[in-house]
């Protein structure tokens, strides 16, 4: 049980294209510009997080986001108090011959 509390992504900054980072605050609590009728997400990893299943389950590869402007939107610290997320994205960023059925995550 040791590693209940391990995360992995700890030191990594989760980004989002800009082009996606109006929809981010929108949709989610945390954004500026938030109403919270419409705003069903209470922070934006939420809703990135929602994004990395939907892809994953639906065998999405992921693409080079160094070729796009991105902004952070959080750090990996977050996961740190959502440690059943830590298990659930590991097996999708582990490397392809060690999954099954997942998408490979590149996080920067």
């Known amino acids: 049980m040791a590693d209940r509390y391990f995360n992995p992504f700890q030191a990594i900054d989760i980004h989002v294209p800009v082009e996606f980072h109006d929809a981010f605050a929108r949709y989610s609590q945390t954004g500026g510009n938030a109403v919270i009728d419409q705003s069903p997400f209470p922070r934006m990893v939420d809703l990135w997080f929602l994004s990395v299943c939907v892809a994953a389950r639906l065998g999405l ?41 997942c998408v490979r995550l590149k996080v920067l």
């Open 61 to 101: 590869e992921p693409v080079d986001i160094g070729k796009f402007e991105t902004r952070k939107i959080i750090d990996g610290s977050i996961f740190g108090s959502d440690p059943w997320r830590v298990h659930t994205l590991i097996p999708a960023y582990s490397p392809k011959s060690d999954r099954s059925g």
